[in-house]
């Protein structure tokens, strides 16, 4: 189990080198979420990795109740002081739009379950820049789950 959380921490400091960061890159904000419902979640911290943000545990309960519940279609969701409406939904992620937004092009998420994972991934403007995101995103997912899984 060390070996492969030393992995996934080389992983994900590999992953936001290249993707991660405020200028120039496709996702300007990324968290890395413990999240098994089948385990023990009181045993581990919420945020396993994050990069670009600040949150605590209790910044992202509402979120991770939201994922919990499942409701994706029919409820808004909060990370931090953000809202977000869900606007597709996939297999194993989803993308979400701010709804309270400041950013002139807005802002989005998505949201992806890797194994015991989430990851999720803010990125600024609209359909060029989610794209843009999605391929970081899919490009993380590829790299994890090839060693982890």
């Not at 060390?2 to 968290?31: F, I, N, Q, Y």
């Not at 989005?108 to 843009?132: C, K, N």
């Amino acid at each position: 189990m060390d070996a492969d959380w030393t992995w996934a921490c080389r992983a994900w400091e590999k992953w936001t080198a290249k993707h991660v960061g405020s200028s120039g890159m496709p996702v300007k904000a990324a968290l890395l979420l413990n999240y098994d419902p089948t385990g023990p979640s009181r045993l581990l911290p919420i945020v396993a990795e994050e990069e670009g943000t600040k949150f605590t545990a209790v910044d992202l309960q509402p979120f991770i109740n939201f994922f919990r519940r499942n409701n994706l279609q029919t409820e808004f969701f909060s990370i931090g002081p953000n809202q977000y409406l869900v606007t597709s939904i996939h297999e194993h992620w989803f993308c979400a739009r701010c709804v309270n937004t400041t950013q002139p092009g807005g802002e989005g998420v998505i949201v992806m379950q890797i194994g015991a994972y989430l990851l999720v991934s803010m990125y600024d403007g609209s359909v060029g820049s989610a794209s843009q995101a999605m391929v970081a995103v899919d490009q993380f997912a590829w790299h994890f789950n090839r060693r982890t899984h």
